[in-house]
C-alpha cells in the first residue's frame, strides 16, 4: 500500500466538494435574494438544473393537444 494513498483520495475527491460547495452557495445566495413571492420559483428552477431526472413528463407542463396541428 503507498503512503500516499489518503492524499490520493482527497484530491480526487476535492473537485466534488468544491461542485457542491458551489451548488450550495449559489442556492443559499439565490434564496436570500429572491423576493418572499418568487421564492418557490427559485425552488423550481433549482430542481429541474439539479434534480433527479426520471424520465416521466413533467406533470406542470401543458398538454399537447393533438387535434390543434
Do not use: N
Not at 35 to 61: C, I, M, N, S
Amino acid at each position: 500500500m503507498l503512503a500516499s494513498s489518503g492524499w490520493t483520495v482527497f484530491w480526487v475527491q476535492l473537485p466534488v466538494l468544491v461542485l457542491a460547495a458551489a451548488v450550495i452557495i449559489v442556492a443559499t445566495t439565490a434564496l436570500w435574494r429572491a423576493r418572499p413571492e418568487d421564492v418557490p420559483r427559485v425552488f423550481e428552477a433549482f430542481a429541474a438544473a439539479f434534480g433527479r431526472r426520471t424520465g416521466r413528463p413533467d406533470p406542470t407542463a401543458p398538454a399537447a393537444d393533438e387535434d390543434e396541428k
